[in-house]
C-alpha cells in the first residue's frame, strides 16, 4: 500500500476507524458531561467533557490529517475558532489582516479585541510586498482569506509565508471556501489554518462550527488549554455531523467545482450581468495563481447586477437558489453581501473595499447544474 492515502480515503477513514468496542462504522456519539475515574489521577483519557470528548477527539484527528497539520482544535463556530486564534496574543500585539475579510471578523477584532490592547491593520494581501511593508515590530499574526469573501481575491501564500518566516510573524489562512481538497495552506508555509466547519466540511447546512488547525504541537496545546479554559467547544453531536459530511467531502467538492464553473461561465455571458468574479475565469487578476495555488475552482462566486434594486428584484424571484446567510451546503445558497454578511462594515467601508449594493454572491450546490441555471436565468430576467 502507498505511503499516505489520498484524499478521499483519509476523509472516510482518518480518526474514523471502527469502534473498538462494538465494530460499529460511524464514530459514536458520547453525549455526556464527565467520567468515571479508576482512582486519583487514573482515567481512561477522559475527565470532564470541556476539556475532551471521544467524539471531538475523533473529529479533530480527521481535519488534522485532511489538512496535513499535526493537530487540530474545534470549536462551537467559526468566529469561536477565531477568537481562540487571536486569544493566544496579548496586549500591544500587532495583526495585519486581509481588508476584504468576512465582515465578522473585522467585527470580533474592531469590536472586541482591540478592547483588550490589540492592534489591527488592514491592507490588500494580493500584492506580497504589501504584506511586508505593513510588518512592525510588534506585528505577531499575518491574517488572510483567499480566496477572499465576497470579493473573490487571492493571496499568494508561498509569497506571503516567505515573508512571514522571515520576520518571524505566523501566518494564518482562512480556507473555508475552498475545503482542504482544493487547497493546503501548510504545505504552502503557514502556521495555522481555520474554517468554519460550518461551511463545506460540514457540507449539509444542519450544524454550526469551528476549527485551528495547527503546524506545530505548541500551537495545539495553546489551543487546547483556551477549549478547556473558555470552554466554546464543539457539541459531541455538531463532532458528529462534521465527521459523517467529511466523509463525502471528496465527492461533493467535486461537483461543486463542476457547477461552480458552469455557473460562472453562464452568469459571464449573461445580459442582465455587469461583472462575474470567479477565480475560474481567465479574466480574473489572479487566474494564473488559482490555477498554480488551487487543486480547482471552488463554487463561490459574486457577480454585479447594477444596483439594490436590481438585487432585490432577482433574490426575490429565485425557488431552487435558497435565499440565506452561508454557504458551502448541498444546495445553492444566494446572498446579498451588503446587507447581509459585511452590512455591519457600513457604507463607508463597503465602498473602500468595493462591495457594491447590487453584488450577488452565490454558493453554488451539487442539484443537477440544469436546474440551477434556469433558477438563475429566470431570476436574472426579472430584473
Avoid: W
Avoid at 475527565?47 to 474545534?74: D, F, I, K, W
Avoid at 508561498?158 to 520576520?167: D, G, L, Y
Avoid at 457540507?203 to 485551528?212: A, F, I, K, R, T
Wanted: with cysteine; proline share 4%.
Amino acid at each position: 500500500m502507498k505511503e499516505k492515502p489520498g484524499f478521499a480515503t483519509l476523509a472516510i477513514h482518518a480518526g474514523q476507524e471502527p469502534d473498538p468496542l462494538t465494530g460499529a462504522v460511524a464514530v459514536p456519539i458520547y453525549p455526556t458531561s464527565t467520567y468515571v475515574q479508576q482512582g486519583i489521577g487514573e482515567n481512561k483519557g477522559y475527565e470532564y467533557s470541556r476539556a475532551s470528548n471521544p467524539t471531538r477527539t475523533r473529529l479533530e484527528e480527521n481535519l488534522a490529517a485532511l489538512e496535513a497539520g499535526v493537530a487540530a482544535r474545534v470549536f462551537a463556530s467559526g468566529m469561536a475558532a477565531i477568537h481562540a486564534l487571536v486569544s493566544m496574543l496579548k496586549s500591544g500585539d500587532h495583526l495585519v489582516c486581509g481588508n476584504d475579510l468576512y465582515g465578522g471578523t473585522p467585527r470580533l477584532f474592531n469590536q472586541v479585541m482591540s478592547g483588550f490592547g490589540l492592534e489591527f491593520s488592514y491592507i490588500d494581501t494580493t500584492r506580497a510586498e504589501n504584506v511586508e511593508k505593513a510588518i512592525r515590530k510588534n506585528t505577531r499574526v499575518v491574517y488572510v482569506e483567499t480566496p477572499t469573501n465576497p470579493l473573490m481575491r487571492l493571496s499568494d501564500l508561498t509569497a506571503i509565508s516567505e515573508i512571514c518566516r522571515r520576520k518571524k510573524v505566523r501566518l494564518v489562512v482562512d480556507n473555508t471556501f475552498m475545503s482542504p481538497y482544493f487547497q493546503q495552506p501548510l504545505a504552502m508555509g503557514a502556521d495555522l489554518v481555520v474554517h468554519s466547519t460550518t461551511k463545506f466540511l460540514n457540507g449539509h447546512s444542519d450544524g454550526l462550527g469551528g476549527v485551528v488547525v495547527c503546524g506545530t504541537q505548541e500551537h495545539a496545546d495553546k489551543l487546547a488549554f483556551l477549549q478547556k479554559a473558555s470552554g466554546a467547544i464543539l457539541s459531541p453531536f455538531e463532532c458528529f455531523l462534521v465527521l459523517r459530511g467529511v466523509k463525502t467531502l471528496a465527492a461533493r467538492m467535486e461537483i461543486h467545482d463542476r457547477n461552480g464553473r458552469a455557473v460562472a461561465d453562464f452568469l459571464n455571458g449573461h445580459k442582465k450581468v455587469q461583472s462575474v468574479l470567479y477565480p475560474g475565469l481567465i479574466d480574473h487578476p489572479e487566474h494564473a495563481l488559482a490555477k498554480r495555488q488551487m487543486s480547482g475552482f471552488g463554487s463561490m462566486i459574486t457577480f454585479e447586477t447594477g444596483s439594490l434594486k436590481n438585487a432585490n428584484k432577482m433574490l426575490k424571484k429565485v425557488h431552487l437558489c435558497s435565499f440565506g446567510e452561508s454557504l458551502g451546503g448541498v444546495e445553492t445558497l444566494i446572498s446579498h453581501p451588503a446587507t447581509m454578511t459585511h452590512g455591519g462594515l457600513g457604507e463607508k467601508k463597503r465602498r473602500e473595499i468595493g462591495i457594491t449594493d447590487g453584488m450577488v454572491r452565490i454558493s453554488v450546490g451539487i442539484e443537477n447544474i440544469d436546474d440551477i441555471l434556469e433558477d438563475l436565468d429566470q431570476a436574472l430576467n426579472a430584473m
